[in-house]
């Protein structure tokens, strides 16, 4: 039997949207797994007390300044990064944007705004450092999907436009890089407590509306979220492509 290993030691990790939330706390996780990690921001500087609480755990950490709707900045960014390290063995792609919009009062910039990093930007940054991935015939590219493009969920059409994109993204990148060694999967979390939420989640009313629907009866933290990322990072996920994984305590089974 062959060995399991969910350790990323000597692994290079870039993850996009660094500066907070998920991305923030994806970054402790996979430096604690053992990669290094380079922190991707618009405003590197916003992930300077990361790479501070990255080395005090004992790991190691860089930051890139990327920003996901401009093509220059990622195609810079990602050789900054293979020209320092050599390589890039993981992409998470955590930049994303997501808003409440009625449908009916949807603008072309709302539209055009979402679109622009979470679907957009993240088909560029994968183009930009899957080439050197299959080049070298080994990678592992994993999506920070939602369970909105899984399900319907009022006043979300654009961003569950956008996640569903991602989905049938997932797939087609996987059947294209599977016989290089590049696995191309999503996760897609339910609701999380986070920066970004937070608003939403401490009206009494949203919370319990949401936790009305999440059978495990509890929001998902961002270590949840982070034990799926890094199974489908590790070298024993060489089998897994194409797949979404739903991080969401049963909300899409029902």
């Known amino acids: 039997?062959?060995?399991?290993?969910?350790?990323?030691?000597?692994?290079?990790?870039?993850?996009?949207?660094?500066?907070?939330?998920?991305?923030?706390?994806?970054?402790?996780?996979?430096?604690?797994?053992?990669?290094h990690v380079v922190a991707a921001a618009r405003h590197p500087q916003d992930v300077a007390d990361l790479l501070a609480q990255v080395a005090a755990g004992g790991g190691s950490a860089s930051a890139v300044a990327l920003d996901v709707t401009d093509q220059a900045s990622?195609?810079?960014?990602?050789?900054?990064?293979?020209?320092?390290?050599?390589?890039?063995?993981?992409?998470?792609n955590n930049a994303g944007l997501g808003f409440n919009h009625?449908?009916?009062?949807?603008?072309?910039?709302?539209?055009?705004?979402?679109?622009?990093?979470?679907?957009k930007g993240l088909f560029f940054v994968t183009q930009a450092?899957?080439?050197?991935?299959?080049?070298?015939g080994y990678g592992?590219?994993?999506?920070?999907?939602?369970?909105?493009?899984?399900?319907?969920?009022?006043?979300?059409?654009?961003y569950s436009a956008s996640k569903g994109g991602?989905?049938?993204?997932?797939?087609?990148?996987?059947?294209?890089?599977?016989?290089?060694?590049?696995?191309?999967?999503?996760v897609a979390p339910t609701y999380a407590y986070t920066p970004g939420t937070a608003e939403r989640l401490d009206d009494p009313a949203v919370a319990a509306d949401v936790l009305a629907r999440i059978p495990a009866g509890r929001f998902a933290t961002t270590a949840d979220i982070a034990a799926a990322v890094i199974y489908l990072a590790s070298p024993s996920?060489?089998?897994?492509?194409?797949?979404?994984?739903?991080?969401?305590?049963?909300?899409t089974a029902q």
Do not use: C, Y
Request: charged share 20%; no cysteine.
């Open 102 to 119: 009625d449908a009916l009062e949807v603008t072309e910039a709302d539209w055009d705004q979402i679109m622009d990093v979470n679907l």
């Open 237 to 251: 996920a060489g089998m897994v492509t194409g797949t979404v994984l739903p991080v969401d305590g049963g909300w």
């Open 1 to 35: 039997m062959d060995k399991v290993s969910f350790s990323l030691e000597g692994q290079v990790a870039l993850v996009t949207g660094a500066s907070r939330g998920i991305g923030h706390d994806l970054v402790l996780a996979l430096a604690a797994a053992g990669a």
């Open 129 to 136: 450092v899957a080439r050197g991935m299959v080049a070298r």
């Open 166 to 186: 991602v989905d049938l993204l997932t797939k087609v990148l996987a059947l294209e890089w599977a016989p290089h060694g590049v696995t191309v999967n999503t």
């Open 140 to 158: 592992r590219v994993v999506h920070m999907g939602s369970q909105a493009g899984l399900v319907g969920i009022r006043e979300h059409a654009v």
């Open 74 to 92: 990622i195609d810079a960014a990602v050789a900054a990064v293979e020209a320092e390290h050599g390589r890039i063995d993981v992409l998470v």
